[in-house]
């Protein structure tokens, strides 16, 4: 990928990126430098993202949130193991696991908007 469509991939996805741990963004980086650049950095973005998902081990915070937000994550269907909430929440920042605990009072109608402005919003 170019330097130009590298950077306007990580404009257009600021927002989203600053949620990403550093370990996440490592890997994201090296998928990008091999990913094709296409108008749609969201498909681009949710691509290497994916891949990161996949190779990395869930930090202590991730475990953290997955327990405490064991009720509202497991009651409205969000997860069917801890692991897979874990593996799950491998790829975000401290910060942003943080955010999302913000969520834990949130009714299984309101949960996918709330994880989704916590963790998912790719604009500003």
């Known amino acids: 990928m170019s330097p130009t469509c590298s950077s306007d991939c990580k404009t257009a996805n600021r927002s989203f990126l600053a949620r990403s741990s550093a370990a996440s963004l490592e890997r994201q980086a090296e998928c990008m430098q091999f990913a094709s650049c296409t108008p749609d950095f969201t498909d681009l973005i949710g691509e290497c ?62 949960l996918d908007g709330c994880i989704d402005a916590e963790l998912f919003s790719f604009g500003e």
């Open 49 to 110: 993202y994916e891949e990161s998902f996949l190779e990395l081990e869930p930090s202590a915070e991730a475990v953290a949130l997955c327990t405490a937000m064991a009720k509202p994550l497991f009651e409205c269907s969000w997860f069917t193991t801890p692991q897979g909430c874990a593996r799950f929440h491998s790829v975000f920042s401290a910060p942003a696991l943080a955010a999302e605990q913000a969520c834990a009072t949130a009714s299984c109608e309101e």
